[in-house]
Structure formats: C-alpha cells, structure tokens
C-alpha cells in the first residue's frame, strides 16, 4: 500500500504531466489539487498548511498563479456536483466557473472577499440550468458559454439587461470615463504590439531574473480577463 508521501508525489507527478495538455486536463489537475488538500497530503513535505503550499509550491508545480490554480480548483469541485444523468457532457473549465456561481456564500468566511462555498452548490439547480441551456442550443457540440451565463442568471433571478440599462445612466453621469478610455486604448494597443514581440526565451529569462514581476503580470492579465468575461 503506498504510503501518504507516495501518493503525494504520485498525484503531483500526475499534474505535472497534465500540465503539457493543460487545455484538455485543467479539469484533472483541478480534481488532484482537491484530492492533495482534502486529505492533507502537503504536510508529507512539512508545508505548514495549505494556503503556503499553494501560494509557494503549485504554482511552481503549474507554472500558473495562485489565483489560477484556485480557479482550478473551483472547478474541480465543482464538476463533482453535475448530475449524473446530465444532458450535456465534456463542459470545459469556464462553463464550470460559470455554474459556480451557484455556490452559496460562505457564512462568517472573516473576509472581505464573497468566499463561496461550492460543496452547499444546489444540484437541481444545475441540472435545471444545464437543461435549459441544452434544448436553447442546436450546436452538436453542446452549449455555449454564454448560454450557460444566461441561464445561471436566470436561476439567481439576475437581471442583466436592467444591470446594463442601469450602468449605461451611470456612465451618462460620468461622461469622462469614456473619454479617459478613449485616451488609453492606443497605449494598450501598443502594450499588446510590443509584448506579442516578446520571444519565449524573454519570458523564460524573465521568469529567472525577476520571478515576482513574472507572477505579477501573469495575475494582471488573469484579472483583466476575468473582468472582460463579466
């Protein structure tokens, strides 16, 4: 029988590999992140606890930043809540990201952050979202995921459309901001030209001389593109 440090290394050899495929196994790295923190695997290697492990091994092990790797996580958990008899199959990790949002809050989480608790996700819930958007979509390869969104919406009685109408008289009120956008937009357009110029060693050398830097940009454009999907 193998040991707890046998198994740690096993399911961490496991994520390393799946990293090389990452597109088709972020689910399965997901998964073996849960299973190393539920059953304490990470003290085997005297890591004081599992926000250190992660914070300072996985993303050496992913090559990705904490806050992907939680990501990852999340779905993870939350493909173990899809019904059995789900209609739809294969859903990838931002159409999973998106049925967390079911998730309840966290009660007295200490944070100022909405933690949420996606082992309390509702699973009829899901299954009625996932059914609604299976018979709205007549794509053989299953719903998008922005059909996901609406119906998730739908589920939490989120009304998008008053939530636009209601941002667009806000920015009416602030007509600058559209002004100082404006003003930014060929900066970062020549932020996009020069970086798409940057070869792969620069980014490797990069990540040797200035790790942090490297992690910090990494979290920069995860969050902005966080930000563009909402």
């Known amino acids: 029988m193998a040991t707890r440090k046998q198994r740690l ?48 091994h996985v993303t050496e092990l992913i090559g990705l930043s904490d806050t992907h790797a939680k990501r990852l996580i999340v779905t993870g958990e939350v493909n ?14 931002y159409h999973l990201e998106e049925l967390g949002r079911l998730a309840p809050k966290m009660p007295n989480s200490g944070s100022a952050v909405n933690t949420k608790d996606y082992s309390r996700i509702n699973k009829p819930a899901i299954a009625r979202v996932l059914k ?8 053989d390869k299953g719903p998008t995921i922005a059909q996901i969104r609406k119906e998730v919406d739908v589920e939490l009685g989120i009304d998008r459309t008053a939530k636009i109408k209601k941002t667009k008289a806000k920015r009416d009120q602030l007509p600058e901001f559209e002004d100082w ?50």
């Open 132 to 139: 609604r958007a299976d018979e709205a979509t007549d794509d």
């Open 80 to 93: 173990r809540k899809l019904p059995e008899s789900s209609p739809i199959s294969g859903l990838g990790t």
């Open 181 to 230: 956008l404006e003003s930014k937009i060929s900066l970062v357009e020549i932020w996009i030209k020069y970086l798409s110029e940057v070869p792969a060693e620069g980014w490797t050398e990069l990540e040797i001389s200035d790790p942090g830097l490297a992690k910090r940009f990494a979290e920069v454009c995860e969050n902005l593109a966080q930000l563009l999907r909402q």
């Open 9 to 56: 290394r096993t399911l961490e050899n496991d994520i390393r590999n799946d990293v090389r495929t990452f597109e088709s196994k972020g689910l399965a790295i997901g998964e073996r992140l849960i299973q190393i923190r539920e059953e304490e695997l990470y003290l085997e290697d005297g890591w004081e606890s599992w926000n250190q492990y992660l914070t300072q």
